[in-house]
């Protein structure tokens, strides 16, 4: 297991650009696949994108392709989540996520961080 903290959330207006972070500790950061899921207030925690250890393989919901761009950086224990043109339905709390392979990040058993809330104005 790893601690998972993210930030860079905040309001923005639509059009506008967000960069999350999502700080992990413990020395085997580098061996888990990390992801980005979000949740809107009375909806399910939805898929955004995700990115293997080594940084050679990401997956996107079709919701964000073009838009958003995750990336990590072994050497700081961070993954980044960097958000353009975004849409107001693009609102919702942002989750980073750990887990042993991309594969399995959708059974949801992973380490979690709290979470970080964006808000997209129209």
């Known amino acids: 297991q790893v601690q998972l903290v993210e930030s860079g959330g905040g309001l923005v207006q639509a059009g506008g650009s967000l960069r999350l972070s999502c700080a992990a500790s413990g020395r085997t950061f580098s061996t888990y696949a990390m992801g980005w899921f979000r949740q809107a207030p009375g909806m399910a925690r939805e898929f955004v994108a995700a990115?293997?250890?080594?940084?050679?393989?990401?997956r996107y919901a079709d919701s964000v392709k073009g838009r958003f761009t995750i990336s990590r950086d072994n050497a700081k224990n961070t993954v980044y989540l960097q958000m353009n043109n975004l849409k107001p339905e693009d609102t919702a709390v942002y989750y980073c996520?750990?887990?042993?392979?991309?594969?399995?990040?959708?059974?949801?058993?992973?380490?979690w961080g709290t979470g970080t809330q964006v808000t997209v104005s129209s």
């Open positions: 996520t750990a887990d042993p392979s991309i594969a399995t990040m959708w059974t949801l058993e992973g380490s």
């Open positions: 990115i293997s250890w080594r940084g050679g393989s990401t």
